[in-house]
């Protein structure tokens, strides 16, 4: 047997490695017949230089031209094979004799010639996984073409996820037990979530993440520009854009007068336009408490999703840093491996990598633990939870900033040195993002667990 | 348009020259590559003095991929739903460039002499067919003589 004659047994045997070993020594024959291995006959298959032929497939007649042959003697012009087999590659199957009657296959490397890899691997390897979408995903994360391949779902505590189809239910399940969120990594190290192929959501559930993220594709932008471009009517709270010069303000809802620099009552002002010394705190307490409610829930809103908004871009900021510390460090190790090749070794410099990847999931973690604190019910243990994020945040923020210095144009040709000096700090620091995640997650785990923590569904 | 592939162009002067017994497919004038399809139903078979009419069209990758065929004449049959369309493997999966149009005719006609209600494409009809066949045979025998043209009426009109 020789390389492409398993590599077809195992495409027709659908890549079951035992199913193959079973009918091999079953029935040696038949298998080989049934993949369209012709062992018997000594016709070679290959291409051939022919002169006066004619085809039976485009119907030409050809003074001279270049054929292609299984060993079973049916022989086409290279067009008409070619562009047969550009046709069957896609479907991902074994590419049989273009006569019906005929069983033999295409070995795989025949269709090199026609392109420069194996196209026809690739396509079986992908209509394979189409084929069991349960059990593979492909990484969601950007250009990564990494494949995650289920072999067993984890079973721990109390999640009772037996079967790999229950991830599909998980997605859209009330459940708050974060256990059983199937964070996987991809071969390229991003993790995500297998059951809604999202980034790592924890503590989030996905039933949480996917409102979270419907509710900002609603309402961020116009809540952004709302946030941004008005003041709220100090009577009824009504979203008022300022259209003209004047401070002079009528509410068109409400028609009461204001002051748009202080939002105080227009007739307190008197004659004197622009003195808005007459504010006073108890101005506030003008506005009805319903009214404040209503705009209270807006800003809490705000309040999350301005913090979740503001770690996501703070990530990718990271992400451009930790690239440029990366390169200054490729740079400088290079240099010093040519003159003194036995003072540092990339092992040295381990710990960096390791603070590159706790930053990262440590600002994730962040950001999502606001989506979760905004469905979180004010509690003690939710005040609990937020301080853990408080500190979890300290010390992520610390470790940014050290990278911050390492690039910053001030610090030009000092950065290998400052990498050195602080070495220990980020160390420690990236420790202690890592525990202090931990800490979080556990405590948002057992706290929804035991009932401390309970979520609203807004 | 582009011109017509040789095949294409030799496969119609057989088809015309030397027709398949029972059927008859003739290119429109318009577009060569449309036929224009006649065939009997097969004897012994519930299509039996029907002739039905059918279109082919050869799309541009043809030999490469399958003609698209489909039933005008309404018919009964558990494989061929009511707009007409076929379940019928060669005319997917199993197509090859080394079948021809009078080939994926003559498959056709031997579809309608052996239904495959075990494969359905008109989920109800096959059901019939499945529980009373000799009813169901019954119904096609009738959309037969009540919608196909007669074969002996078209005979003594040519």
């Known amino acids: ?458 | 348009m582009a011109a017509l592939p040789r095949r294409i162009i030799k496969e119609t002067e057989r088809l015309i020259s030397d027709p398949v017994p029972g059927i008859t497919a003739y290119p429109d004038e318009s577009n060569l590559r449309a036929f224009t399809v006649a065939m009997d139903g097969p004897d012994s078979s519930p299509y039996e003095h029907g002739v039905f009419d059918l279109e082919l069209y050869l799309p541009d990758d043809y030999p490469m991929c399958p003609p698209k065929v489909r039933f005008l004449t309404r018919i009964y049959h558990p494989n061929i739903d009511k707009l007409g369309r076929i379940c019928l493997d060669v005319l997917k999966d199993n197509w090859s460039p080394a079948l021809q149009i009078r080939t994926i005719l003559l498959s056709i006609q031997a579809l309608l002499a052996s239904p495959n209600p075990d494969d359905p494409l008109a989920n109800d009809v096959a059901e019939d067919w499945k529980k009373d066949e000799a009813k169901a045979i019954g119904v096609a025998k009738e959309w037969t003589s009540k919608y196909a043209k007669s074969h002996t009426a078209s005979g003594s009109a040519e």
């Not at chain 1, 060993?71 to 008409?80: A, P, Y």
């Not at chain 1, 349960?134 to 990494?146: I, Q």
């Not at chain 1, 706790?358 to 509690?379: D, E, I, M, P, V």
């Open chain 1, 1 to 458: 047997m020789d390389f492409d004659e398993v590599l077809m047994m195992l495409h027709h045997c659908k890549w079951q490695q035992e199913e193959l070993m079973d009918r091999f020594y079953d029935n040696r024959e038949k298998l080989l017949a049934d993949c369209g291995i012709n062992k018997s006959n000594d016709t070679v298959c290959g291409f051939n230089h022919v002169s006066s032929f004619s085809c039976s497939i485009c119907c030409e007649d050809y003074s001279a031209v270049e054929t292609f042959s299984l060993s079973c003697g049916h022989e086409f012009c290279i067009n008409c094979y070619g562009s047969y087999v550009r046709t069957e590659v896609t479907l991902g199957n074994l590419i049989r004799c273009m006569i019906p009657s005929c069983n033999l296959s295409i070995p795989h490397m025949v269709t090199h010639g026609e392109y420069s890899h194996n196209v026809l691997l690739k396509a079986a390897t992908i209509s394979h996984i189409s084929g069991r979408k349960v059990n593979y995903k492909w990484c969601p994360a950007p250009d990564c073409d990494g494949l995650v391949h289920l072999l067993k779902a984890r079973k721990t505590g109390q999640s009772r996820l037996e079967d790999v189809n229950e991830f599909e239910e998980l997605v859209d399940s009330e459940s708050a037990d974060l256990q059983s969120i199937p964070i996987v990594l991809c071969p390229r190290d991003h993790e995500f979530c297998y059951a809604c192929q999202y980034e790592n959501h924890l503590p989030c559930t996905c039933l949480l993440v996917k409102r979270w993220i419907k509710k900002c594709n609603d309402d961020s932008e116009t809540v952004n520009w709302i946030d941004a471009n008005t003041r709220a009517c100090p009577s009824c709270t009504a979203s008022i854009e300022k259209n003209g010069g004047c401070n002079h303000m009528t509410c068109s809802t409400c028609k009461h007068q204001f002051c748009w620099i202080c939002l105080g009552e227009w007739s307190l002002h008197g004659t004197n336009y622009f003195r808005c010394n007459s504010f006073s705190s108890d101005m506030k307490e003008q506005i009805g408490e319903q009214k404040k409610v209503k705009r209270e829930s807006l800003q809490r809103y705000l309040h999350y999703y301005k913090r979740f908004a503001l770690h996501e871009s703070s990530m990718k900021g990271d992400i451009k840093t930790l690239d440029k510390v990366h390169q200054k460090m490729s740079i400088f190790m290079e240099e010093q491996s040519k003159t003194n090749p036995n003072i540092l070794s990339w092992i040295d410099v381990q710990f960096l990598q390791d603070a590159f990847r706790a930053l990262t999931s440590g600002r994730k973690t962040l950001k999502w633990a606001y989506c979760f604190g905004f469905y979180l019910q004010k509690g003690n243990y939710a005040d609990v939870f937020e301080q853990i994020q408080e500190y979890l945040s300290r010390s992520v923020e610390d470790l940014s900033k050290i990278f911050e210095q390492i690039i910053h144009k001030d610090n030009r040709g000092k950065s290998t040195a400052i990498i050195m000096n602080q070495k220990l700090d980020i160390m420690n620091l990236s420790s202690l993002i890592t525990k202090r995640r931990k800490t979080l997650m556990e405590c948002a785990s057992s706290g929804l667990a035991d009932g401390l923590l309970k979520l609203e569904m807004l």
